[in-house]
């Protein structure tokens, strides 16, 4: 009944005077000639026609001046272009487009309807996917979120669970059980989410017919390590913070200059997590954890291993394990879905027949630290880690892997 209530309260009133900046966008009426301008701009047409905004009449009209788009080093999935006066439009690979105008700026009016137009200041987001929160942190920009997908709990994220703690951010259910209740009374304005949400269709039909957008960020899918860290610029672009996050993004870059600047090694790691039923989950060789080892200087002992698309784990049978990652220079265990093991006892236990593996007896066993995952920029830092490991370095410099003993 509250649902119910909600949509027809939706559905016949106006926005509140202090609700997040967010304007749904109209029906646009392009011009007939959009491809011809954008020829002549050397642009393609769909930005002309984003371009080209034409009212009613010739006193309403008015038009958006493309100036360029970001430059991308690693990130394939999103693309921001640039507008006079400081409009942006980012858009990410499933289409999603998300018009931002700067604060005390117009919104143009006939934006085509799908568009999300937000007006910064960006507030209220309900982040969902957990990746994305430490980008926030590095851009300084966590008053933008208000809503949580992650309990306070949960987070490895220091700066998030404080914010939680001090009620900065409240939690608002998983992707898949929002608290429509609390996001809708304080007028959230943009669901941001991992694919995962793909699995429950109807929470998104939800969230719009609330008037809640909801985009997908796909960082988790950038066939390079540093695709997935190249976001920052996205979510800069959303809140304004460009220059911060090109800065981020180039410590990231010189970690990686760093590390492949030296000869590549021939140690092969296996990188891999024991599940509950017995059965050993290694990534796929097209995920970005194969790849960042191999930046490293090494080599992901299942290289040929599955390239199922949009999937970046498979699980496989001990003995099918067994036969490919025994001899392995190097074992690294991923402590993220099951909270990880303080030794090799404790990791035998769950799978006795590692014992005969050369890293085992080698004592070259490591584990990753459970907040890993939650640290979306500091691919870099991992990809040191892998580096020391490979040289047989100090493990005392390493941030996110440790030694099992």
Not at 65 to 79: D, I, K, P, R, T
Not at 101 to 123: A, D, S, T
Not at 389 to 404: A, I, V, W
Request: charged share 25%; proline share 3%.
């Amino acid at each position: 009944m509250f649902l119910l209530g909600l949509l027809g309260l939706l559905g016949c009133g106006s926005p509140s005077s202090d609700s997040a900046s967010i304007v749904p966008g109209k029906n646009a009426a392009f011009p007939e000639d959009a491809n011809e301008k954008a020829g002549a701009a050397g642009i393609s047409a769909d930005k002309a026609a984003i371009l080209s905004l034409e009212g009613t009449n010739e006193a309403e009209s008015e038009e958006l001046v493309y100036e360029g788009s970001m430059e991308l080093q690693y990130a394939q999935n999103f693309s921001v272009d640039y507008y006079e006066g400081g409009y942006r439009m980012l858009k990410t690979m499933d289409g999603t487009e998300l018009f931002i105008v700067p604060e005390e700026k117009e919104i143009p009016e006939n934006l085509p309807e799908e568009v999300i137009v937000m007006q910064q200041p960006i507030r209220n987001l309900y982040l969902v996917s957990s990746a994305v929160m430490d980008m926030f942190v590095k851009l300084q920009a966590l008053d933008t979120i208000r809503f949580s997908g992650q309990k306070e709990e949960n987070w490895y994220v220091e700066e998030a669970r404080d914010a939680m703690e001090r009620g900065d951010i409240r939690y608002a259910g998983k992707y898949s059980k929002p608290d429509y209740e609390t996001i809708v009374s304080e007028n959230c304005s943009l669901a941001i989410e991992n694919r995962m949400i793909t699995h429950t269709p109807e929470v998104i039909e939800m969230l719009n017919d609330f008037g809640i957008p909801v985009m997908i960020e796909y960082s988790s899918y950038e066939s390079h390590p540093l695709g997935r860290a190249e976001w920052i610029k996205f979510f800069g672009a959303m809140v304004g913070k460009e220059e911060e996050a090109e800065q981020i993004f180039a410590e990231q870059t010189a970690i990686l200059e760093e590390v492949t600047s030296d000869e590549k090694t021939d140690q092969t790691v296996a990188f891999f997590f024991i599940t509950s039923n017995g059965l050993v989950q290694i990534r796929q060789s097209s995920d970005y954890i194969p790849k960042m080892i191999e930046l490293a200087g090494g080599r992901y002992i299942f290289e040929d291993m599955g390239e199922e698309s949009g999937r970046s784990t498979m699980n496989i049978q001990i003995e099918e394990f067994y036969e490919g990652a025994k001899d392995a220079d190097f074992l690294i265990y991923n402590s993220t879905i099951d909270g990880g093991v303080d030794s090799i006892a404790q990791l035998l236990e769950k799978c006795p027949v590692l014992e005969d593996f050369k890293a085992v007896q080698e004592g070259n066993v490591f584990c990753t630290t459970n907040d890993y995952y939650q640290q979306s920029m500091s691919v870099g830092d991992l990809m040191k880690d892998f580096h020391i490991m490979l040289l047989r370095g100090d493990d005392m410099q390493m941030k996110y892997l440790f030694r099992l003993k």
